[in-house]
Structures are given as C-alpha cells and as structure tokens.
C-alpha cells in the first residue's frame, strides 16, 4: 500500500476508537452499556479523495499539463465515521451478573 492509502487506513482506525471511546462515555454516563456496533461507514473523506483524483486525471489529460515540481513536507489526514450502536440499560447487566453469581 502507498504511504497515502496507509495514513488514510491509520487515520480510518483512529476515527473507529475515538468514536466507541466517545459511545462507551456516553452510554456509560447515561446509565447503558454498548452491546454491539449496528452500522459503521466512513464519512466524507473517500468522496474528496476520488474529486481530487478525478480532477488530477482530468488535468493530465490536457496537453498543456505540466507537472508541478513536489517538495518535502508534511500532509494531514483526517478521517470520520458515523456508528450506530445498540444499547442496553446497565441494571439488566448488573441483573444478569448477579443471578449468574447466584447460580441461576
């Protein structure tokens, strides 16, 4: 993989932690646990990505197109998801543990 695609799947899985991290201190706050992720989907930064190449190509494909001179330096990439979690009320979980702690 480039080293583009390789920060775009590392800033891809910062997102997917940071968003459970945030889901976990929600619920937990509001008195649930998080049973399970409904639905996951990146958002936004694959549709930029294929605007820029489209009009890359596009510029390339005219030919007046000189290349621009690459520099060193640095780039940022960024990342975000939309999760759809299922939650349960915590005293059914508290519930259960006690009656597995019982025996029953």
Not at 67 to 74: C, H, L
């Amino acid at each position: 993989a480039s080293g583009r695609a390789e920060a775009e799947r590392l800033a891809l899985l910062d997102a997917i932690d940071d968003a459970q991290a945030t889901a976990d201190s929600i619920a937990a706050h509001m008195g649930y646990e998080i049973v399970r992720v409904v639905e996951l989907s990146p958002v936004g930064s694959l549709t930029a990505s294929r605007t820029i190449l489209e009009s890359a190509e596009e510029a390339m494909a005219d030919d007046s197109f000189e290349p621009t001179p690459v520099f060193g330096g640095s780039e940022s990439v960024t990342s975000r998801v939309r999760m759809v979690f299922e939650l349960r009320p915590l005293t059914e979980v508290e519930e259960r543990a006690a009656d597995e702690s019982n025996g029953n």
